[in-house]
C-alpha cells in the first residue's frame, strides 16, 4: 500500500526555517490548516509568510497542483492526498 | 560578486529577450550558488503580463522551472528580464518586487544599438522590503 499525503514544495530562501529539507508531507485540510500547522511546528517560517493578521504576506505565492491559490479559494482552499502545494517568493518587476 | 555564463546560455537569453519585443522578456537561470556564482542552464518563461514595462512569469513555466532546479539540484542564481526602452539598470519597480536575496538580477537592456545585459543583487533588511540598495554583479561570459 503507497501511503498518499500532500506535498508542500518549501523554497530555497525558506528551507532553513523547516530544517532545510525541500518538501515535506503534510495531511490534507485547507490551506490555512496546513501552513498553520507547519507554522506551529516551525514558528519562523510562520513569520516570513504570514502577515500579524493571518493573511498571507503579498509576496508569498502559494499554489495547489500548479494553480495560485489566489484564484482559487485562497487560503480556504481545500487541498486533499496527491495535491502538491507550492510556496514561491513572487518573481515580477518592471 | 562575479556571476559566470557561458556563451551559449548568454547567447539564448539574449535571443529569447529580443524574440519577445515589443514586450520584456523573461526567464530564470540555474547554476552552481554561494559566493561567485556559475551559471549553468537556463529556462526561457513567458511573460504573462505581456506588457513592455512589467514582466511576470506564467505560473506554469515558472513552477516548472523551479522544480527543474531543484531536480537537478542546481541553485538558481539569476532572474533576468529585458528593459525594452531603458537602460539595463534596476527600474524604481524592479527593487520593490525583488524578493530572491543573494540572486542575481540580469536586466538586458534591447533599448540601444545592440544588447546591453548587466547583472544587479538587490539588497534588502527583510526580502520582504520594498526598499533595496542595488549592488553591481560582474558579468563574465565565455
Known amino acids: ?94 | 560578486m562575479k556571476l559566470s555564463i557561458p556563451q551559449d546560455v548568454y547567447d539564448q537569453m539574449i535571443k529569447h529577450c529580443q524574440e519577445g519585443m515589443p514586450n520584456e522578456a523573461c526567464g530564470l537561470v540555474g547554476g552552481a550558488g554561494g559566493g561567485d556564482a556559475v551559471a549553468s542552464k537556463i529556462y526561457l518563461l513567458n511573460n504573462a503580463a505581456a506588457s513592455p514595462v512589467y514582466y511576470r512569469p506564467d505560473d506554469k513555466g515558472l513552477l516548472a522551472a523551479m522544480n527543474d532546479i531543484d531536480t537537478n539540484e542546481l541553485d538558481l542564481v539569476a532572474i533576468f528580464h529585458s528593459h525594452v526602452a531603458s537602460h539595463a539598470f534596476p527600474s524604481p519597480t524592479d527593487v520593490r518586487e525583488a524578493h530572491y536575496p543573494g540572486v542575481v538580477y540580469l536586466i538586458i537592456s534591447l533599448a540601444g544599438l545592440g544588447p546591453d545585459a548587466r547583472g544587479f543583487l538587490i539588497n534588502k533588511k527583510d526580502w520582504r522590503d520594498d526598499a533595496g540598495e542595488i549592488e553591481s554583479v560582474e558579468l563574465v561570459v565565455s
Open chain 1, 1 to 94: 500500500m503507497t501511503l498518499v499525503s500532500v506535498e508542500l514544495k518549501i523554497p530555497a530562501l525558506l528551507r532553513s526555517h523547516v530544517g532545510g529539507v525541500k518538501q515535506l508531507e503534510v495531511p490534507e485540510g485547507s490551506l490555512r490548516e496546513l501552513l498553520e500547522a507547519v507554522a506551529a511546528e516551525h514558528p519562523a517560517f510562520g513569520t516570513q509568510i504570514f502577515e500579524e493578521e493571518g493573511a498571507l504576506h503579498r509576496f508569498v505565492n502559494v499554489y495547489v497542483n500548479d494553480e495560485d491559490a489566489r484564484y482559487l479559494d485562497g487560503l480556504e482552499t481545500q487541498v486533499v492526498d496527491g495535491d502538491v502545494v507550492a510556496i514561491l517568493p513572487a518573481v515580477a518587476g518592471g
